[in-house]
């Protein structure tokens, strides 16, 4: 039985990607292995059914035989470590700064990214909505300096494609259309060669087919 | 020669234990591993010579040999399994779930909980304050309301101590004097169960030792 994996039955992005089942798909298509995908209401992730498998009562989840887990970063160190070679490197050096990577994309990079999506969403009518996000902006302009510093004009940040891109990709994605990556063009870049990855392209079309089925089947369409 | 972390020499938090190399501390003192440290002032770390380190130009680095690491999760994850056992349990699927709680405590309970402590300096005098600080305490709150509910009365999250409960414990420190552990008993508990930890207080004093160092040696009293 492949692994099984939680995604929304009715993702809040409309299918643009964003969601975080999007980065464990990827890992899987990456490493060539077969998933399941169990779709989940807004009301079922609070459920206890859900919540014995998911304390935070998020998406995504990963079943496999015994194991659960959840944390989109710990699934997808999970899938690289039982597929050696294709996420992570086999050095023990280079394994362990591709680690860094990841653990930066989660903690260093996303949290203002995702602060930012947070108050577009939560604070757009408060009176002090434009101040903060000029703040959050100023903080994620820092953030994306300081990667481009990094990434120079390489392909990936460490030499070959890791789990830590895909993940640094993954946060990026949420800038696609925020103007944020304009001034960084070699970012722009590493974004889309990260959505060019035959891999990312299939995960991406699987969790678009999920929202495209959704839509015809509360459209009373046929699905599509 | 034993790896070298860097850290503040005059860290912002006044020796109280949050700055992110004692997370690194206290997994290397679980471990039994001895460690240099290299003190930074805040001008040292835009350096080239630290960003070349760390692109971010934060603490804590790690090096080790010719490895050079970033990321205070990424580093205790690569100390805990340099010392198999003592840090992740040995059986796959325990390890992975400690893992799990890793990832969890930097990218779902550690974000508003950050963002509570930037808002309490950066916004103090915006007239928004008040009413974006109850926002991401109900966002804080239902956070503490899953993990607590997850924790139940156990000792720790997964059986033994983990750096899972590591991280998760460090973050939970960000809210000690906040009051908002006040309806969590069974997390103020566990809290405290991870500073009674022998490799705690080992930690904790050292970095309590270079603060108190630098206060002298600042106010021209001979280092205590």
Same mark, same amino acid.
């Given at each position: 039985m492949p692994p099984t994996l939680t995604a929304f039955e009715h993702s809040p992005d409309r299918g643009q990607g964003l969601a975080r089942d999007m980065r464990v798909r990827w890992a899987l298509e990456e490493a060539g292995q077969p998933y399941d995908v169990r779709l989940l209401s807004f009301e079922a992730l609070k459920q206890p059914a859900h919540l014995a498998l998911h304390p935070f009562g998020q998406i995504p989840t990963y079943e496999d035989g015994g194991l659960v887990l959840f944390e989109s970063g710990a699934i997808v160190l999970h899938v690289a470590e039982r597929h050696p070679?294709?996420?992570?490197?086999?050095?023990a050096d280079a394994r362990a700064r591709a680690i860094a990577w990841m653990f930066c994309a989660l903690n260093t990079v996303e949290p203002p990214v995702f602060e930012r999506a947070m108050a577009l969403v939560?604070? !757009?009518? !408060?009176?002090w909505h434009a101040a903060r996000l000029a703040m959050l902006e100023e903080r994620i302009h820092d953030r994306l300096h300081r990667l481009a510093a990094h990434l120079g004009d390489a392909d990936w940040l460490e030499g070959a494609f890791s789990a830590g891109d895909l993940l640094v990709v993954s946060v990026l994605l949420r800038l696609k259309t925020s103007g944020l990556l304009d001034a960084f063009p070699s970012l722009a870049r590493y974004l889309a060669r990260g959505e060019a990855r035959p891999a990312y392209q299939r995960a991406f079309a699987a969790q678009r087919a999920v929202f495209a089925a959704g839509e015809a089947a509360r459209g009373g369409a046929a699905p599509g």
């Open positions: 070679g294709v996420l992570l490197p086999a050095a939560l604070e !757009r009518a !408060r009176p």
